[in-house]
């Protein structure tokens, strides 16, 4: 199969008054895993329905393998879009249900036979032809969904959020094998969520949205690591907004005076070219907490607090802890027999600005 790019160039789409898209540019390319995450009501969904052809954009140009598909109608695309509650026909079984699209299409019944049965193959489903939706798991059900969109042999396959109908062992289960078999037939893939995990764990790439608006597009790593906005920032991942003065030095390096939290240096590619007021995003693993009595790295940047809360997560504890007029999230990696710090906890935190990024605006 030969794998396309999908680009959006300058796409604007209004609902009367309201624009839900606005001026979105997106270069998806050929054969990439690529999410869009976002909050509910950011205009998600309504931009994969456009590229599938279910609603009409007013502004901009839609290409898929450099062609503008604006004007063409859903099933002159070679688009196939998987519905978040799979759609399947209850009263079909799972071999008609695949075979769907494909007798629609008038194809020779040899073909669809050939056609569907690759399909359920792929996504492992062979014997389960005969059975009826109803009889399947959530898992299940979504293979079948899959295959039926696969069977049409679509140059782009979009994904309304693939995995939030499964409990959470089947969606880390499905998140890999999505994730395979995407690999193995190389169609470039969009894909919904809001939900920031799934979106890290899977995709190449992903754009965030925010009101319509591209808020930023990246690997999962870079947009953890180098938020755009203070809303990437508390989007991809848990942040902590900490308000500072910046500082530039003559070798380019940027101190940070944090309120409260004392001061950081940060190395120019954190720093930017910001000087004066700033934010400073800092991940709940950028600090180090110890107890009072515990001998205090030089190189970071210290602070007494008190534990407010803690909440074992299994691999880490995140504390909640008050220091220096703030209420940060810390993350203390779990370790066999080590002891958590107690609500009320005397503690110090330690800030390392190594991890800190400023955050514009
Ligand atoms: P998401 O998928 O990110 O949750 P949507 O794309 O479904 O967001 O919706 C984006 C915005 O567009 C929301 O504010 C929603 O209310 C609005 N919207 C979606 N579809 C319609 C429609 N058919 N008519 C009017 N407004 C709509």
Known sequence: MKSVSVQCRGI??????????????????????????????????????????????????LLVDGQD????????RQVGLVFQNYALWPHLTVW????????????????????VGAALELVGLSSFGERRPGQLSGGQQQRVALARTLVIEPQVLLLDEPLSNLDKTLRVQMRQELHAMQRRL????IFVTHDQEEAMTTADRMAVLEHGVVQQVGTPMELYDEPANAFVA???????????????????SVAVELDGLGTIRLSEAAGGFMRG??????????????????VRDARLAWTEGVVQAAEFLGETT?????????VLSVDEVHRIGQGRFAPGAEVVVGVDGTQARLIPG
């Open 234 to 252: 508390g989007f991809v991942g848990t942040t902590n907004l900490v308000p500072g003065s910046a500082r530039l030095f003559a070798d380019g």
């Open 12 to 61: 604007g789409l209004s609902y009367g008054a309201t624009e839900v898209l606005k001026d979105v540019n997106l270069e998806i390319e050929p054969g990439e895993f690529y999410a869009l995450l976002g909050p509910s009501g950011s205009g998600k969904s309504t931009l994969l329905r456009l590229i599938a052809g279910f609603v009409r954009h007013q502004r901009g140009e």
């Open 69 to 76: 598909l604006t004007a063409l109608e859903p099933w002159e």
């Open 96 to 115: 008609d249900n695949v075979a769907f699209g494909l007798v629609e299409r008038r194809m020779p019944k040899e073909t669809i036979r050939r056609k």
């Open 186 to 189: 190389g169609v470039t893939t």
């Open 318 to 326: 995140r504390y909640r802890v008050q220091a220096g007029g703030q």
């Open 277 to 294: 007021p700033v934010t400073v995003a800092l991940r709940p693993g950028a600090f180090v907490l110890g107890s009072r009595r515990v």
